[in-house]
């Protein structure tokens, strides 16, 4: 599965909970319990932001979506070592780990793992 796939399966989950990406019109919202956006990287968006940007319930949550051979870098670490000493929650998701962070999701358990893989 490539991170392109995995992030459609994230944002399908995500609004299936009431997370809806920003813009959403108003009459396709169903029990809204947040809202997110992707970051797009490129030349003029500052490197290493997590690529989904969520407020789940009142809390920040950034996601950093990797392919199952994905590997960080020191700047995505340092960043989701940042969000997480500041009250946010912020991980690493790989697809093998997305079944583990649906259920503490779910259950909001907003003590995220670092890293779900």
């Known amino acids: 599965m490539t991170e392109t796939q995995f992030k459609g399966k994230v944002m399908r989950f995500l609004q299936g909970i009431g997370v809806y990406p920003l813009g959403t019109p108003e009459d396709k919202v169903v ?3 947040g809202s997110c956006f992707k970051v797009w990287g490129g030349g003029y968006q500052k ?9 789940i319930s ?7 979506l990797k392919a199952q051979s994905g590997k960080p870098s020191e ?7 940042q969000i997480r000493r500041y009250g946010g929650q912020g991980c690493f998701l790989y697809p093998s780990g997305f079944k583990q962070f649906q259920e503490d999701i779910q259950k909001h358990n907003f003590r995220l793992k670092e890293e779900y893989k």
């Open 31 to 33: 029990n809204p319990t």
């Open 47 to 55: 490197a290493g932001i997590p690529d989904l940007i969520c407020d």
């Open 58 to 64: 009142g809390k920040f949550v950034a996601i950093e």
């Open 75 to 81: 700047l995505q670490i340092h960043n989701i070592k």
